[in-house]
């Protein structure tokens, strides 16, 4: 979801699709660094591969496909449920997101966070949960992420 942690969409400059394409960087980062440039191009103009901000899914079902939800921490309750009433058979759904890296207003709730108190527990559902062990970027983010978190825990005590 295109959910701002600075400036808003609104005030930058361009049409809808210049606005968003900042925001969905990471997904063309991470096909470039699994795929040749001229084959990610090439299955984007196929539509073998579609990248497209969530505001455009409502209404769509979504079959025989691989669907991945990015930052979904930053969904509200009513996207993630949109979202994830979009599974069409022979499909898989991954959803990824961070939740100490909510971006949401103060008061909107993670429908990420959501999805996981109702959704636990339902065969066919899985949560799989990453530490700084799991990091692939530069050491440094490993001690980050345990400082951080060793912090966390200590305010959690008190």
């Known amino acids: 979801p295109a959910v701002e942690a600075?400036?808003?969409l609104g005030f930058l400059p361009g049409d809808l699709q210049e606005k968003v394409d900042p925001y969905l960087r990471p997904l063309y980062d991470a096909l470039y660094d699994i795929m040749d440039y001229e084959r990610v191009e090439r299955f984007l103009e196929r539509r073998i591969i579609e990248i497209a901000p969530l505001a455009f899914m409502r209404g769509r079902t979504l079959g025989d496909s691989f669907i991945i939800l990015d930052e979904g921490q930053?969904?509200?309750?009513e996207q993630m449920k949109m979202f994830l009433t979009r599974i069409g058979l022979d499909s898989k759904v991954v959803v990824t997101?961070?939740?100490?890296?909510?971006?949401?207003?103060?008061?909107k709730r993670s429908g990420l966070v959501e999805a996981r108190e109702l959704l636990s527990g339902i065969e066919g559902i899985e949560f799989v949960y990453f530490t700084e062990k799991d990091v692939v970027r530069h050491p440094l983010v490993k001690s980050i992420i345990k400082a951080y978190d060793e912090r966390n825990k200590k305010a959690l005590m008190e």
């Open 6 to 8: 600075g400036e808003k």
């Open 97 to 107: 997101g961070d939740i100490t890296q909510i971006d949401l207003p103060p008061g």
């Open 74 to 77: 930053n969904t509200t309750s």
